[in-house]
Structure formats: C-alpha cells, structure tokens
C-alpha cells in the first residue's frame, strides 16, 4: 500500500471518528483528546502490519549461511550477463 493512499484513508478515518465524537459527547476536549488516541493506535497498527509484512516476507528467511559468503548454490555458476541470450530484432545497447 503506498503513503498516500494509506494517508488519505487515515485522514478520512480520523475526520469521520471526530464528528461523530463530537456529536456523541459535544465536547471538544472530549474530541481532540478521542481522535489523537485513535490516530496513535491506527499509526501502532500500521506500523505493526508493515512489520508482519516485513517478517512474513520470502526474502527474509535465515538460509543458515555465514553474511557476506556465497551460498553453495551460487560457486561455479555462470554469471547471469553470460546465461542471457539475445533478443531477436533487438538492438545492441552501446554501453555493454
């Protein structure tokens, strides 16, 4: 979920959450103080969502390999600018 759309829609959260606050209690302190607890738990909830989605990711598995050493996996291949093969009515670039 990109920022502005996760933006927009807390906006509009924190916008609706207000008025309807306020036109449960009628009482402005009452309002300010509702909607910026609601705003922390939303951000603490976003925060803790993108962190799920951060560990749940497949790129942040623990192979086992010591940081900074190739896996066994990757000794005697081929690098990939050799596996590549040619386009047909594709042009060669100039900086290769």
């Known amino acids: 979920m990109s920022f502005a759309l996760f ?10 959450f207000a008025v309807v606050t306020f ?7 009452t309002t300010i103080l509702h909607t910026v607890v609601c705003g922390v738990l939303i ?5 803790a969502a993108v962190l799920f989605l951060i560990w749940r990711s497949p790129g ?8 900074g050493r190739p896996g066994p996996n990757l000794a005697g291949e081929a690098s990939p ?10 042009s060669r670039s100039r900086h290769t």
């Open 23 to 29: 036109l449960v209690t009628h009482s402005w302190w």
């Open 60 to 67: 942040s598995k623990d192979t086992g390999e010591e940081p």
């Open 43 to 47: 951000q603490i909830g976003y925060f």
């Open 7 to 16: 933006f927009r829609g807390f906006v509009l959260a924190l916008i609706s």
């Open 81 to 90: 600018k050799a596996a590549a093969s040619r386009l047909p009515n594709a």
